[in-house]
């Protein structure tokens, strides 16, 4: 075998997925072609053929995420036009302009509304490093800030907010933390964060409904009724683990008919494959915690941080219409419990980060509330709470990219 042979070969074997590929250095040469024809250069052909190759997938994943990018986009406009049309219809005098609106504005608690929204943002970084220090020993503040961000930039961008957990998973794997380590940081900051939200929200709601808060309310009925159905189903995944833990023959073996189930109604392809997912994800769990029982003053600290960050991120409305200047002294609890029906009753809406519902469901429930300044009022709250998130991941994002393009682009003249 001549050498253009071998290294046809060798070429051929680096590009692996890509079969079939022409060789023309060893085909014979047509009959009729001339001696002194230009030989062909297999290794550039080669070449572009692997490129090709790893380009496709590559084209595929853009357009997703230029559809789901499009998509946000379009749910986000469809959002404000319903919370618009919403406001139109609770009263002639819910819509202030924007200059009256500025008028009332209160310099004090537009400081004070900023300094919540960021106490609620470090709350949420130090969930993430004070469970790197108890798993890697390391707080990480500069890894568990940017893991906390790009999570809930995912988080925003996906349905039924999906995206963020193998986003963080992935991440910290990259700055090498271990992928048992990673799933397991990642996880705990879950169920911890999901536990105290559901606890927390629940308390709240059973307060509001004690105090009659939805009872002057447009549409309250509809924000009981859905609130109540949201938080049982945000109890569906902690209540399978801790069954799970507790009862775990009898949770296997109901799993196992659930799955089977599924796969007799279509639902399900593959029984063995979901069943050992479901089994997978329970295990994980039960292993990240133990993780976390070995240092219980961390576990502790965890949970008070984790419950900090709820309440603070529950009354932002609350801050919100005291920016504005609206009259809500002494609502504090009350305006908390509306957010929490608004909150719970769009959880289960699968567009990216509730958006397109969750503003018509805060509009009804801080209409007792806000007065005329509602829609600035319901505005700023989203901005504080959910479209910050997209604008920060968008910076970090552009900031990667930037930085990877100059050090893909230093190395190359590096080598040259």
């Known amino acids: 075998m001549d050498e253009k042979d071998s290294e046809l070969n060798l070429n051929n074997e680096e590009v692996g997925a890509v079969e079939n590929v022409p060789s023309e250095a060893a085909e014979p040469a047509p009959e009729n072609a001339p001696e002194n024809a230009p030989e062909v250069n297999t290794e550039v052909t080669v070449k572009e053929v692997k490129e090709e190759a790893v380009a496709e997938p590559a084209k595929k994943k853009r357009g997703v995420r230029i559809f789901w990018n499009v998509f946000l986009v379009v749910v986000i406009a469809l959002g404000i036009l319903s919370l618009f049309g919403i406001v139109g219809e609770i009263g002639d005098d819910s819509g202030a302009s924007f200059g009256e609106v500025m008028r009332n504005v209160s310099p004090l608690f537009c400081v004070i509304l900023v300094l919540v929204v960021l106490l609620t943002m470090v709350l949420d970084v130090a969930k993430f490093c004070i469970i790197c220090k108890t798993v890697t020993g390391k707080f990480r503040l500069g890894t568990s800030a940017k893991t906390n961000f790009l999570g809930r930039y995912y988080d925003a961008v996906t349905p039924f907010s999906t995206g963020g957990q193998p986003m963080q998973i992935y991440y910290l794997n990259t700055k090498g933390i271990s992928g048992g380590n990673s799933s397991a940081i990642v996880l705990i900051r879950y169920f911890s964060s999901i536990m105290c939200w559901i606890v927390l929200g629940g308390a709240l709601m059973i307060a509001g409904t004690v105090q009659g808060v939805l009872d002057g309310v447009s549409g309250g009925s509809i924000l009981k009724i859905t609130g109540w159905i949201g938080i049982g189903v945000n109890l569906i995944m902690p209540a399978f683990v801790m069954l799970f833990l507790v009862l775990p023959k009898l949770m296997q073996k109901l799993t196992v008919g659930v ?30 915690f133990k993780v976390m029982a070995t240092s219980p003053l961390y576990l502790i600290l965890l949970l008070l941080v984790c419950f900090a960050e709820s309440a603070l991120t529950f009354a932002i409305p609350y801050f919100v219409m005291k920016a504005f200047g609206c009259q809500v002294d002494g609502m504090l609890l009350s305006i908390m419990s509306l957010n929490v029906f608004a909150i719970f009753g769009v959880s289960f809406i699968p567009t990216p980060g509730n958006s397109g519902v969750v503003e018509s469901m805060g509009a009804l429930a801080f209409s007792v509330a806000a007065g005329a300044s509602l829609v600035w009022s319901v505005i700023t709250w989203r901005l504080s709470v959910f479209y910050i998130y997209i604008l920060i991941g968008l910076v970090i994002t552009i900031y990667d990219m930037i930085r990877k393009n100059t050090r893909g682009k230093k190395g190359a003249k590096k080598k040259e």
């Open 259 to 288: 799955v089977k189930l599924g796969h007799k109604i279509k639902i399900v392809k593959d029984v063995d494959k979901t069943t050992a997912r479901a089994t997978k994800v329970v295990s994980d769990f039960k292993n990240s």
